[in-house]
């Protein structure tokens, strides 16, 4: 009885190993990939560790988000989670000129980066983030792709968030109450 026990304690030792292994190697197959601002200081890395979309920035080598979740619930599924960062990032650079009569400085140059990330679940390709990275700022977008018959797509749930580094301060400005002053246009 001694030798079954002691061999059965070795498949279960063989067992959790393997199954340690295995979970390793799947955190250490997220790769994480990054796009930077023109003049090389603004970075934005985005990543998929276990299967959660996530991005972070940084601005001169200085954390700026840490990495904050990205994704969402929808009705044809929860693209939250279980998902992949596919291997191959476009990109393109932007420089465009456009002119308003109504601003501060009305001829405006605007010189960015763009990169698009694709996550796919399952084997396919769910959305595109599609990230615009100036010397100055970083916005991003979702570019959703159908998914079998479904008609429409209705966001349920909204992961993307924010992750700012312990002690971040901020600054607040109080605003008018809704619906108020010329034309009950306030806050404009």
Same mark, same amino acid.
């Given at each position: 009885?001694?030798?079954?026990? @002691?061999?059965?304690?070795?498949?279960?030792?063989k067992?959790?190993?393997?199954?340690?292994?295995?979970? *390793?190697?799947?955190?250490?197959?997220?790769? @994480?990939? +990054?796009?930077?601002?023109?003049?090389?200081?603004?970075v934005? !890395?985005?990543?998929?560790?276990?299967?959660?979309?996530?991005?972070?920035?940084?601005?001169? @080598?200085?954390?700026?988000?840490?990495?904050?979740?990205?994704?969402?619930?929808?009705?044809?599924?929860?693209?939250?989670?279980?998902?992949?960062?596919? #291997?191959?990032?476009?990109?393109?650079?932007?420089?465009? $000129?456009?002119?308003?009569a109504?601003?501060?400085?009305? #001829?405006?140059?605007?010189?960015a @980066?763009?990169?698009?990330?694709?996550? $796919?679940? +399952? *084997?396919? $390709?769910?959305?595109?983030?599609? &990230?615009?990275?100036?010397?100055?700022?970083? =916005? &991003? #977008?979702?570019?959703?792709?159908? +998914?079998?018959?479904?008609?429409?797509?209705?966001?349920?749930?909204? =992961?993307?968030?924010?992750?700012?580094?312990?002690? $971040? !301060?901020?600054?607040?400005?109080? +605003?008018? #109450?809704?619906?108020?002053?010329?034309?009950? !246009?306030?806050?404009?």
């Open positions: 009885m001694s030798v079954e026990k @002691n061999l059965k304690n070795r498949n279960m030792m067992f959790f190993i393997v199954m340690a292994m295995l979970l *390793g190697s799947s955190v250490a197959s997220a790769e @994480n990939k +990054q796009i930077t601002s023109p003049d090389g200081k603004l934005v !890395t985005v990543s998929d560790v276990d299967g959660r979309p996530s991005y972070s920035v940084s601005y001169d @080598n200085v954390l700026f988000l840490k990495p904050s979740p990205l994704g969402m619930i929808a009705n044809i599924g929860d693209f939250s989670s279980g998902m992949s960062l596919e #291997k191959n990032v476009s990109t393109n650079k932007i420089d465009e $000129t456009y002119e308003l109504s601003i501060k400085q009305s #001829k405006v140059r605007y010189v @980066n763009e990169a698009v990330f694709s996550f $796919t679940q +399952q *084997g396919k $390709t769910i959305y595109d983030v599609i &990230f615009r990275i100036s010397n100055n700022d970083v =916005a &991003f #977008k979702y570019k959703m792709y159908p +998914q079998g018959e479904a008609l429409s797509c209705v966001i349920r749930k909204e =992961a993307t968030g924010f992750a700012f580094p312990d002690g $971040t !301060t901020t600054f607040l400005c109080p +605003q008018s #109450k809704p619906m108020g002053g010329f034309a009950r !246009t306030s806050p404009s």
